[in-house]
């Protein structure tokens, strides 16, 4: 087998593997619009850049950081404009409390990925670590004052 | 109760999650359709789409089409990585970005611009900000020139280069384009976000922006007004007055219709979008404008948004993903569904110039009707031109990736040349944009920034060219 197509192979496994974590995370931080382009956007650029992603530890957690980058940039610049989250539309969902999607929107992007990806995913704290580059800790941290924030928004009691 | 928070969680993000459709080609070139048609920002440009789309075949097609390019033995995509990856390292690696394609002129053009790039008539001083930012709009006014934009409060090196986390509104005034003055921090410190356009009116001078009240997630629009540069003040409710149905983006503001006019979009949870328009007589008090001509439509997914407005003679035209003219600011009407990447006016006849992402150059009396010209002087997605009475500057720009171009034209953008000045070539690993252009007497200023070249490219400095007329 070639080096090209060994690199090829190599990154197309990777691919398969890293697509639907790498575009849930985005998602749930950044809305399903945003977050769907920016996946397609990390992977185009993982491929681009394989030679550098094999040498990195976390490739999944770079491309999660290239993505949300992609979003920040693309949306601060033309317009000069803030990253918006994108709501979520609940119809056809199942009932949920009405205020629920607004209250995930008002997280931050880090307490809203611990929040969605534990509770909504069963991710572990490890994994959602890996992605933002930090501490299980520091993920802890997050997650609880998610949802403490998410009761307080919702009038929930633990 | 927690439980049933969390219960609740995993039924939402489990229903959620059946809306992620996992990508695919045919995805991405919607995206791509839908980005060509709007003519505004892509998310994914050309190249990254064409290489997504290439990583989706791979991955839909898997050995298949492994084995076809193994025994084609084609090369799979050319990478453009010049160095090695750097690990902690400060940024000095340099990635060439990918080839950019330009898109061929249309068959009908006739004239083109020269082959060869004339000398430039105009000489470059170059401005150093000393400041991370992202460019902005340039307007005349208050002391002599006035620059909307935001700047960047706190920086994330984490993934071994500059990402900027949190910017904020600013704006810079200079009388001479030479020395500029941050003014109106007190105003603008307690927001998130950054301003998308200024303009000088009646009343003085009014920014609109897109931001967030520190610590809260969402984003609205907000304006500020200034009688003279220095002192701003905002008179919006960032929370009520700028709303549409979804995420709300106010793109433009211009002089016109009872005073001052803002344009912008809201998106309705992705499934369409409607045009926004709010006009003002003194910049203080905002009424929306509810015109059924704004609206798109969600049963058939059409948009509706609105990038960028100009007043002319013929009344107010406004672009994006169509046209439509308004005579008072009030009433709208869609006349074109021609996407428009600029729109200006000639101060000499009043008429309109449009230009597309493709080149071409569209020329208007009253904004209605549009004639497809034979000039064809760029293709970009952004373009912002000067006017120096017949002589009309135009700088364009297709992606964050690729450098502006300058193209001018002697004749009412009959004509046109490109403007190959060394002032607009930058280092290895860096790219420039532009925000705006002004022309005041033979001075001609450009606001813009100094970037890195890399993806992403975030590392951005503010930078204005001040070019004298020398003809």
């Known amino acids: 087998m070639s080096v090209e197509a060994t690199q090829t192979a190599s990154f197309t496994s990777f691919a398969r593997a890293a697509e639907p974590r790498l575009r849930r995370a985005l998602c749930v931080a950044f809305g399903r619009d945003l977050g769907l382009e920016a ?23 770079y491309l999660y950081r290239v993505g949300r980058s992609r979003i920040r940039r693309e949306w601060a610049w033309r317009s000069r404009r803030a990253v918006l989250f994108d709501p979520v539309d609940q119809s056809g969902m199942p009932w949920v409390e009405p205020g629920l999607p607004a ?14 990806l534990v509770h909504g995913y069963g991710w572990t704290q490890q994994e959602i670590a890996d992605v933002l580059g930090v501490a299980p800790g520091t993920v ?16 929930v009691r633990a | 109760m927690t439980t049933e928070l969390e219960a609740q969680l995993r039924d939402y993000f489990e229903a959620f999650d059946e809306t992620l459709t996992p990508i695919v080609v045919e995805e991405l070139a919607s995206h791509g359709e839908r980005s060509r048609i709007a003519g505004r920002t892509r998310l994914l440009p050309g190249w990254a789409v064409a290489a997504a789309a290439f990583v989706a075949v791979l991955i839909l097609t898997g050995g298949v089409l492994l084995l076809l390019r193994m025994n084609t033995g084609e090369p799979p995509v050319a990478t453009s990585i010049t160095t090695p990856p750097t690990t902690a390292a400060p940024p000095t690696t340099t990635i060439t970005p990918p080839a950019t394609t330009s898109t061929a002129p249309p068959e009908t053009t006739t004239t083109s611009p020269s082959a060869a790039p004339e000398p430039a008539p105009i000489t470059w001083q170059r401005i150093d900000w000393g400041v991370p930012s992202e460019g902005g709009n340039l307007v005349i006014g208050g002391p002599g020139y006035v620059v909307a934009s935001a700047i960047c409060r706190k920086a994330d090196w984490s993934i071994d ?21 941050e003014v109106g921090q007190d105003t603008f410190v307690g927001y998130a ?33 200034s009688p ?61 404008v509810d015109d059924d001509d704004l609206l798109g439509d969600p049963d058939t997914g059409d948009i509706a948004e609105m990038y960028g407005v100009v007043s002319g003679d013929g009344g107010l035209v406004a672009w994006g993903s169509s046209v439509w003219v308004s005579s008072d600011g009030f009433d709208w009407e869609r006349v074109s569904e021609l996407a428009f990447s600029g729109v200006t006016v000639s101060p000499a006849t009043g008429s309109f110039l449009a230009f597309t992402h493709s080149g071409e150059v569209w020329t208007s009396t009253d904004g209605r009707t549009w004639n497809a ?37 002697r004749d009412e953008g009959a004509t046109w040349s490109e403007l190959d000045d060394p002032a607009f070539e930058p280092p290895e690993g860096r790219v420039f944009r532009i925000g705006n252009l002004e022309f005041q007497g033979n001075t001609l200023v450009v606001s813009g920034a100094d970037c890195d070249s890399r993806i992403p490219e975030d590392d951005c400095q503010g930078v204005a060219w001040i070019g004298t007329w020398n003809e």
Not at chain 1, 52 to 60: D, V
Not at chain 2, 206 to 215: D, H, K, L, P, Q
């Open chain 1, 39 to 61: 996946t397609a956007e990390a992977l185009a650029w993982g491929w681009e850049h394989w030679d550098r992603m094999q040498q990195t530890e976390n490739p999944i957690g």
């Open chain 2, 193 to 225: 976000g950054g301003l998308s356009d200024v303009a000088t009116g009646p009343d003085g001078l009014v920014a609109i922006g897109n931001v967030a009240r520190e610590g809260l997630a969402f984003t609205s629009g907000a304006v500020w007004t």
């Open chain 2, 228 to 288: 003279d540069g220095a002192e701003w003040t905002q008179f919006s409710d960032v929370d009520r007055t700028f709303v549409g149905a979804g995420p709300t983006i106010l793109e433009s503001v211009t002089a016109g219709g009872p005073g001052y006019v803002i344009v912008g979009w809201d998106n309705v949870y992705g499934e369409n979008s409607n045009a926004m328009v709010w006009t003002s007589e003194d910049g203080r008090t905002w009424t929306h």
């Open chain 1, 140 to 155: 802890k941290n997050h997650l609880d004052r998610g949802m403490e924030k998410l009761r307080s928004t919702l009038g």
């Open chain 2, 161 to 181: 280069r500059f990402v900027c986390e949190d910017s904020r509104p600013a704006v810079w005034v200079s009388s001479d384009a030479v020395t500029w003055e």
């Open chain 2, 373 to 409: 010209t034979a000039a064809h002087p760029l293709g970009a997605a952004w373009v912002e031109a000067a006017w120096n009475g017949s002589n009309l500057l135009l700088a364009g720009q297709s992606d964050l990736a690729d450098n502006p171009t300058l193209w001018l034209s």
């Open chain 1, 103 to 116: 209250a995930l929107a008002r997280l931050s992007e880090q307490q809203r990925l611990a929040v969605g």
